[in-house]
C-alpha cells in the first residue's frame, strides 16, 4: 500500500484546464457552476484521477511502470481547498505478464470521492 495527498488549489484546476483543454464552465466559472447541482465550482475528475497515476509513477510500484487499464467510478466533487489523499494496494500479481492489480481510492476527509481498479506493467528489475 501506498499512499499521496495534495490540496487542490484554484491554480491548479486552472492549469489543468489548461493542459487538458477541458474548459468546461462547471471547473471554471463561480457563476455558471453556482446554477448547477454542484452549488459551486468543482475539480476535474480527471485531475482527481491523476494522483493515482503519481502513486504508481513514483511510490509503488514506482518508475517505470505502465498502465494497461485503470476503471474510475466517481462518488462526490472536490472542490478548491480540499486535500485528496490517493491510496493504492496490490490486490493480484501476474508474474508471467508483470502485471500487477491494484485498488484505487481517493478520499477527502475520510470519504471516498474516487474508487477503481488499475493493471500496471511493472518493469523487470534485471540490470
Given amino acids: 500500500m501506498d499512499v499521496f495527498a495534495k490540496t487542490i488549489t484554484d491554480a491548479d484546476i486552472i492549469t489543468f484546464a489548461e493542459v487538458s483543454g477541458d474548459t468546461n464552465p ?24 491523476s494522483f493515482i497515476s503519481t502513486v504508481i509513477g513514483t511510490k509503488m510500484p514506482g518508475p517505470g511502470c ?15 481547498g480540499d ?22 481510492v481517493c478520499t477527502v476527509a475520510g470519504k471516498p470521492v474516487l474508487e477503481g481498479e488499475a493493471t500496471i506493467m511493472v518493469p523487470s528489475r534485471i540490470k
Wanted: glycine letters at 4%; a positive charge.
Fill in 26 to 49: 462547471l471547473h471554471l466559472s463561480n457563476e455558471f457552476a453556482s446554477e448547477t447541482i454542484f452549488e459551486g465550482c468543482i475539480a476535474h475528475g480527471m485531475l482527481t484521477a
Fill in 66 to 80: 505502465v498502465y494497461v487499464s485503470q476503471n474510475l467510478r466517481f462518488k462526490a466533487p472536490v472542490r478548491a
Fill in 83 to 104: 486535500t485528496v489523499t490517493t491510496t493504492c494496494v496490490v490486490t493480484k500479481l501476474i508474474p508471467e505478464k508483470r502485471f500487477t492489480e491494484l485498488s484505487t
